[in-house]
């Protein structure tokens, strides 16, 4: 199952674990300090053991997790559900998402009062 008794990079685990889609994209999100173990920034290479809280920034909202299993091959999505214990606030809701306007088909370029009103709307001032 690709288990590791000892340690394994933390790259490495988040994307097993599914916290990151792709290895380059755990790596480079560790580069850009968005992956914090035990509350210090860590690098791409960094051993990870079970008991280690690892922070991963993402868009939108922050995952808190508890390393309960090493892993170091991706595996599904159940499998991997039991390799940590997620502590995240809950993510926002989905209506507090800016809601953007909607102009009719055909009713063809927006006039300058029109513009102005759309552009107050996303906060653009």
Do not use: Y
Request: some cysteine; aromatic content about 2%.
């Amino acid at each position: 199952m690709g288990e590791d008794t000892t340690s394994v990079r933390v790259d490495a685990w988040i994307w097993a674990v599914r916290l990151a889609k792709t290895r380059s994209a755990a790596a480079a999100a560790c580069r850009a300090g968005h992956v914090r173990v035990n509350g210090e920034r860590a690098k791409p290479a960094q051993a990870l053991r079970p008991g280690d809280e690892v922070r991963v920034r993402q868009p939108g909202r922050e995952r808190i997790v508890v390393v309960s299993k090493l892993l170091r091959k991706r595996v599904g999505a159940a499998v991997a559900a039991e390799c940590f214990v997620d502590n995240s606030p809950p993510p926002p809701p989905r209506e507090l998402a800016v809601a953007v306007p909607v102009r009719d088909r055909g009713a063809g370029r927006p006039t300058k009062r029109e513009r102005r009103d759309m552009e107050r709307l996303r906060g653009r001032s």
